[in-house]
């Protein structure tokens, strides 16, 4: 099979592994090109596709262009309907979406930035008042996202078959793993949503694109440069 497009993005950026394991789930393939962060989105031949030089960035061989991962992710996932990545009908489909956007905003958001201000160090105004702002936003939606799963019985969030939102979850949740949960919180405090993390990111087709999620043994703790 030809692949679908060509996707421009770091195999390591969450929203790249969202789409790369939409496509695998789905059966399709997506060339993932060489790719140097402040290089190559900075030369003209992309800036010229891609004006805003933001990745992921996705075109087709049609030249068809996309831009934002969960509009990419999506869109791949609408090309084999029969895989039930979008949920199987119009209610399921809508809390798919419901989830990737919880998960975008309420989960990941605050992680990242915690991730970004403390171990990127992309952040360098940010504060312990923002610190504790972002984690307080995360364990508010960890705890809600735990009860939620402790109901599912399949362990999953909209049916019993992988869909986008479980995805682009696993995604968020590893981030908040990297920040805000340490061992005691993955393993007493969040069992449920570490139990989903694991049965999406052990999923043969996707293994790969997650790998190593990067855990930390404490949550992160602010330090004062």
């Given amino acids: 099979m030809a692949p679908i497009g060509k996707l421009y993005g770091h195999p390591r950026q969450p929203q790249t592994k969202a789409i790369l394991s939409a496509a695998a789930i789905s ?3 997506i060339d993932l090109l060489p790719f140097e962060f402040g290089v190559t989105n900075k030369s003209p031949e992309f800036t010229q596709k891609f004006p805003l030089a933001k990745i992921p960035a ?5 030249g068809f262009k996309l831009i934002e991962g969960t509009a990419i992710a999506r869109y791949v996932s609408s090309l084999v309907p029969d895989a039930g990545i ?10 798919v979406d419901q989830w990737v956007h919880f998960a975008e905003t309420e989960i990941h958001l ?3 930035n915690i991730y970004l201000g403390m171990i990127a160090k992309h952040l360098p105004a940010f504060s312990e008042e923002q610190h504790k702002h972002y984690k307080e936003r995360a364990e508010r939606s960890l705890k809600f996202l735990e009860d939620y799963l402790a109901s599912r019985p399949s362990g ?3 049916n019993d078959s992988l869909t986008l939102a479980d995805i682009v979850l696993a995604m968020a949740v590893q981030r908040a793993g990297q920040t805000v949960c340490g061992v005691k919180e993955r393993e007493q405090v969040y069992p449920h949503v570490y139990a989903h993390f ?3 990111t052990n ?3 996707i293994k790969q694109v997650f790998g190593e999620p990067g855990f930390v043994d404490e949550p992160l703790a602010f330090k004062a440069e």
């Avoid at 996705?58 to 049609?62: C, M, T, V």
């Avoid at 979008?86 to 809390?95: F, Q």
């Fill in 27 to 29: 059966g399709l393939e």
């Fill in 58 to 62: 996705f075109e087709d061989s049609e």
């Fill in 86 to 95: 979008l949920g199987r009908n119009i209610k399921e489909t809508a809390r």
């Fill in 110 to 112: 605050p992680s990242s």
């Fill in 156 to 158: 999953l969030l909209v």
């Fill in 198 to 200: 694991a049965k999406v």
């Fill in 203 to 205: 999923d043969e087709r």
